[in-house]
């Protein structure tokens, strides 16, 4: 049996659980993330691979299990307070704070202080950061972490791959933001590179004109030099 959708939100508090975890909400009820319709959860025991959330009515599924989507993605970083940034560097965050706005002009899924400022989190699913606003957190130096779920084998991802994915993987996280003492992602050459490095400025190497033409200049002297001998040399006279 196909699962109708695999999130669901209960009701009295507004939290968003995966199927895996409903049985320590089974004496609420559960809407749709999506649609706000009435969910069924429908589990077995006996036939745990087939847990699903039913719909009473009629729904688009697809928008409904993207927002679902979305939105547990949202409270596992609400729940958690560290996040693996490459293989070697995992960052810890504190107060986590869902839906923050940048000056009102921005909002962002969950919002964090990280070592001394704020650090935003994009949650992609289905709606990509526009350009302007990737503009904004880089000419700001706001610091943003964008998470990609936009792949569909994540609607239907056991619960504990899609928190891995989500705390865990490195390769599906993109900054904007971060100036070059921080670390920020660069162009991954192989497989087996990690997207995030720390990067510096590189600044060009000015040579002074010593450095530059020094062979040039003491050539050129000792030209002159014997140029200038053999001019003070004597004639002979003729006898």
Known sequence: MSRSTIFGKVSSSGETLHIDEVLKALNHSFICNGCGTTLTPVKSIARKKDWHFRHISESNLLVCRQRGLHDFAQQVLLESNSIQISRNIRINYMNPEKEVWLEKRYRSDVAVDYNGSILHFEVFVTCDLTTDKIKY?????????????????????PQE????????????????????????????????ISRWEPQMKSQPVQESFWKRY????????????????IGRQPKRKRT
Not at 166 to 180: A, E, F, P, R, V
Request: proline share 1%.
């Open 214 to 229: 020094r062979f040039e200049i003491v050539i050129s002297a000792i030209l002159i030099l014997i140029f200038f001998l």
């Open 161 to 192: 791959e899609i928190v891995d994915t989500i705390l865990n993987s490195i390769n599906n996280k993109t900054t904007y933001g971060w100036d070059s003492k921080i670390i920020i992602p660069i162009t991954e050459s192989a497989s087996n």
């Open 137 to 157: 957190y880089e000419e700001n130096l706001i610091k943003c972490l964008k998470i990609d779920l936009s792949d569909k084998k994540y609607l239907i991802m």
